[in-house]
């Protein structure tokens, strides 16, 4: 299976900060890299697809980018409503998918 | 608009069986596929399997081949995933999720049922 590692596993950040969680494969996976948020005692909810591509309905201080193994994901300026924990998914390997570990955002 | 919901929580024994469905609504039941996904307490997520639904053929991870069933009831526009042997460690949050697929085989997972918790207990 493809491994994805996360990092960092936890980040404190104060509204108002840029944001960067990046995301690494085992193997290239081209494009096929997608970010989830999620928030206590809730489903998982897309906010990027395709390593880049931004869901429908996002914020676009959202934003993703990279390829092969390395990619990103930016919050360009936090919002009290981003405090949550991140994923993302390779989807190269279909039909094994895999997740990253997450990374949790939490209130400086 | 795809509409997921998941039946409710569930408290079992080890050694025992759960069933948890998930209802679709609002598009084209047999062109999708869904996928089972778990999150264990303070973990991440980690996918069971799915089932193409044209096909009508399901898909396992290695972890869980023995131990799960995916099935779908074109009827009711129904998804069930069984998990068989119950553990103590199988104590977690099930979700299942659409799989959506784009022109050029991007593929992404949305939307989400809102997740059926599962409590193995003696």
């Known amino acids: 299976d493809i491994q994805v590692t996360q990092s960092p596993s936890s980040l404190s950040a104060s509204v108002g900060d840029r944001v960067t969680v990046t995301c690494r494969a085992s193997?290239?996976?081209?494009?096929?890299l997608n970010w989830y948020q999620q928030k206590p005692g809730k489903a998982p909810r897309l906010l990027i697809y395709?390593?880049?591509s931004l869901q429908s309905g996002v914020p676009s201080r959202f934003s993703g980018s990279g390829s092969g193994t390395d990619f990103t994901l930016t919050i360009s300026s936090l919002q009290p409503e981003d405090f949550a924990t991140y994923f993302c998914?390779?989807?190269?390997?279909?039909?094994?998918?895999?997740f990253g570990q997450g990374t949790k955002l939490e209130l400086k | 608009q795809v509409q997921l919901v998941q039946s409710g929580a569930e408290v079992k024994k080890p050694g025992s069986s759960v069933k948890v469905s998930c209802k679709a609504s609002?598009?084209?039941?047999?062109?999708?596929?869904i996928n089972w996904v778990r999150q264990a307490p303070g973990q991440g997520l980690e996918r069971m399997g799915g089932?193409?639904?044209?096909?009508?053929?399901?898909n396992y991870a290695q972890k869980f081949q023995d131990r799960v069933r995916i099935t779908a009831d074109d009827s009711t526009s129904t998804v069930y995933m069984e998990l068989s042997r119950l553990r103590f460690e199988d104590t977690a949050v099930y979700f299942c999720?659409?799989?959506?697929?784009?022109?050029?085989?991007?593929?992404?997972?949305?939307?989400w049922g809102q997740g059926t918790q599962v409590i193995v207990s003696s």
């Open positions: 999720t659409r799989e959506a697929v784009s022109g050029n085989y991007v593929r992404w997972y949305d939307p």
């Open positions: 609002g598009g084209t039941f047999r062109s999708y596929t």
């Open positions: 089932i193409i639904l044209m096909l009508g053929t399901a």
């Open positions: 193997q290239s996976i081209d494009y096929y």
């Open positions: 395709a390593a880049s």
């Open positions: 998914q390779q989807t190269f390997s279909t039909p094994m998918y895999t």
